[in-house]
């Protein structure tokens, strides 16, 4: 063997046992491995033990006078399940024998929700809001829609886990049956450790209310849980259901929000799988959330931190997101008996439920957090409940709005239309610009800039209506998704205000634009040329630019895009809106003015000392270096 082939046989060796260090288990994962393997073989045992029938009922099933012999394999199951054995000793500690028991549900029952618990865990396992529906489309594209749900996936983990001082082992309630007591509307779970401390959930559920009065009591654990500040995590899995037709809209609204106890609120992003690490960290409350409903947990006393967690599910999954949390629970370590009271919310986004509660809690009504949301909460919302309670119907709440704030900004409007009357009067002296620097564009704005201030005409003054409203349409932008009022509700054609408003359903999806056909968007994008056409047909658009004649027809097709999925009652607004504006503009330029005397009143400007400064003397010096450098270019450049 030589020297080269000896070196190689060395490092292939010393490469073999890194490998194996390296894919070794470690300590921890061979004692959960062993573990997971006495689990496992105890559920076998268990599930053995529960198909033999009892003495009894064989009795009921064959003759009397038959005899009836259990193999013995099954008589030493069926002896051994009775206690606990040293696998469920080992995996549950003083709670092993909660094991044992059988799966019970119990309901919690009011007006407006019903609430199944099981005893094991004491988790719930599903609720039922009884006054609002699933919406979703059949495979017909039929609108269809079936009683809502929340939290009733069979995959669901509401769990807690004690952190004992024996070991250091963990015990997850999830996998336990506790006792069950249940007054009134009250239901108590309760979990007994063999040393006598208890583990108590209890939940009391109003009349008249989705919020239940949630707490936890540890009686008697203080030489049982391990002595450390939180020695309890509660780890609550959630895969929201789909529960409304536009999935695009649930979807991006849907995540995990939560507020620490020293800042506002956040949240997990929406668009993408993300986390929030918060260990440490006083949580105040963290909400699971879809677009129109929560599952949320209010501390009383702050959580003592948590890690929070949004998983985006394929599109094509029955479930819209997995949501995922892990809170630490505070306990005195070294009390006889500690409590933690929270206030457990299931149901619709109704703001004011949620402003009752408190903490900030309506920050989960995806209204927006700049100052569009500040409107949206502040402003637009106490309007519409305003007239809502008046009028009583979403839609015509929309048309009234709509011609509201038209009315507040006609004083501005008016001014906007004067301003492209004036412009309108002074066509024949743009004729004549145009013909004479015909060729020379910079020079023909500068001039016709001229002619504007000699007359005393702003060519912008028609910009501030539409300046100022759009705040009201970006706050709208968000409103109406996000307001519960508007979801299900019908008018005219649209079946959902919070959704798209279809005529038809193509059967194919249209890149950006989608598979349905949205009458409202149609409706805008009509009035809109039909509103731009009214609002220029006196101005004189190839006095400044030439290419806004045409872009100012191109983008209402652009928009359709745009426009085709989102909010029938942001569509509805606006297609409103345009209606209003052309019944100002034709009612107003064929009522209130009078063209001979606009002429006249630029006559009277034009005789007027003028003011040096102002925008349009800034505008006109910046025109004019501009045409100065263009001259000084044309000179250096060389003849052909």
Not at 49 to 62: F, G, N, R, W
Not at 146 to 158: G, I, K, P, T, W
Not at 577 to 594: E, P, Y
Request: with cysteine; charged share 25%.
């Amino acid at each position: 063997m030589d020297r080269n082939t000896a070196v190689g046989i060395v490092l292939l060796f010393i490469l073999f046992v890194v490998w194996v260090m390296i894919n070794s288990p470690t300590q921890e994962e061979i004692e959960q491995q062993r573990l997971e393997r006495e689990r496992q073989e105890m559920m076998e045992e268990k599930e053995a033990a529960d198909t033999i029938v009892p003495a009894d009922e064989l009795d009921a099933q064959v003759e009397p006078e038959e005899d009836i012999v259990l193999p013995e394999t099954a008589v030493d199951t069926l002896g051994e399940s009775a206690g606990v054995t040293p696998q469920l000793q080992g995996l549950y500690g003083p709670f092993a024998e909660a094991a044992l028991k059988d799966e019970e549900s119990v309901v919690l029952e009011n007006d407006l929700v019903r609430i199944v618990f099981s005893n094991r865990g004491g988790q719930i396992k599903e609720v039922w809001i009884k006054d609002y529906l699933r919406s979703f489309l059949s495979e017909d594209f039929e609108e269809l829609r079936d009683s809502l749900y929340l939290m009733d996936h069979e995959d669901n983990r509401f769990e807690y886990f004690l952190q004992l001082r024996e070991n250091n082992m963990l015990v997850n309630t999830g996998e336990l049956y506790f006792d069950t007591e249940v007054s009134g509307n009250t239901v108590t779970f309760s979990l007994p450790a063999d040393n006598g401390g208890v583990f108590q959930q209890q939940y009391t559920l109003p009349e008249d209310s989705y919020a239940l009065d949630y707490r936890l009591d540890f009686v008697n654990l203080q030489n049982t849980l391990a002595a450390e500040a939180a020695p309890v995590s509660l780890n609550w899995n959630n895969y929201l259901n789909k529960l409304e037709q536009n999935e695009g809209y649930e979807r991006y609204f849907s995540t995990v929000y939560f507020k620490a106890e020293s800042s506002r609120s956040s949240y997990c992003s929406c668009r993408s799988s993300d986390t929030e690490n918060k260990d440490n960290t006083p949580l105040r409350w963290i909400s699971h959330a879809n677009q129109f409903f929560n599952s949320s947990l209010v501390a009383n006393e702050p959580f003592h931190g948590g890690f929070l967690e949004t998983v985006m599910l394929d599109e094509n999954e029955e479930e819209l997101k997995l949501l995922r949390s892990r809170l630490d629970i505070p306990v005195s370590p070294g009390s006889s008996r500690s409590d933690f009271t929270m206030t457990f919310y299931i149901g619709p986004n109704e703001f004011d439920r949620l402003q009752a509660i408190g903490h900030d809690l309506t920050d989960i009504v995806p209204f927006g957090w700049s100052i569009f949301g500040t409107i949206n909460r502040w402003v637009i919302r106490p309007m519409f409940s305003f007239l809502f309670q008046i009028i009583g119907h979403p839609g015509m709440v929309i048309l009234l709005l709509t011609f509201i704030v038209k009315m507040v900004l006609y004083p501005l409007t008016y001014k906007m239309l004067y301003s492209q009357a004036k412009m309108g009067a002074l066509k024949p002296h743009m004729e004549k610009l145009r013909e004479k620097f015909k060729g020379d564009q910079q020079k023909l704005q500068m001039e016709t800039m001229k002619v504007y201030r000699e007359f005393g005409v702003n060519p912008l003054g028609g910009c501030m209506p539409m300046v100022l409203q759009m705040p009201i349409w970006f706050a709208l932008y968000r409103f109406f998704p996000a307001s519960i009022e508007f979801r299900q509700a019908s008018f005219l054609w649209a079946s959902d205000l919070s959704s798209y408003d279809s005529i038809v359903y193509l059967g194919f999806n249209i890149p950006f634009y989608g598979a349905h056909v949205s009458l409202f968007t149609l409706l805008w994008a009509g009035t809109t040329v039909l509103y731009t056409y009214y609002n220029t047909k006196h101005m004189d658009m190839n006095a400044v630019n030439p290419m806004m004649k045409n872009v100012q027809y191109f983008m209402p097709i652009m928009f359709l895009f745009f426009f085709n999925s989102f909010a029938a009652g942001l569509t509805a607004y606006l297609f409103f809106s345009n209606v209003f504006n052309i019944g100002q503009i034709i009612a107003t330029k064929h009522f209130l003015f009078d063209d001979s005397k606009i002429r006249e009143k630029l006559e009277e400007n034009k005789k007027k000392p003028k003011k040096k400064g102002g925008f349009q003397a800034r505008l006109e010096e910046v025109l004019k270096e501009q045409q100065r450098i263009a001259e000084e270019r044309k000179k250096k450049k060389p003849k052909k």
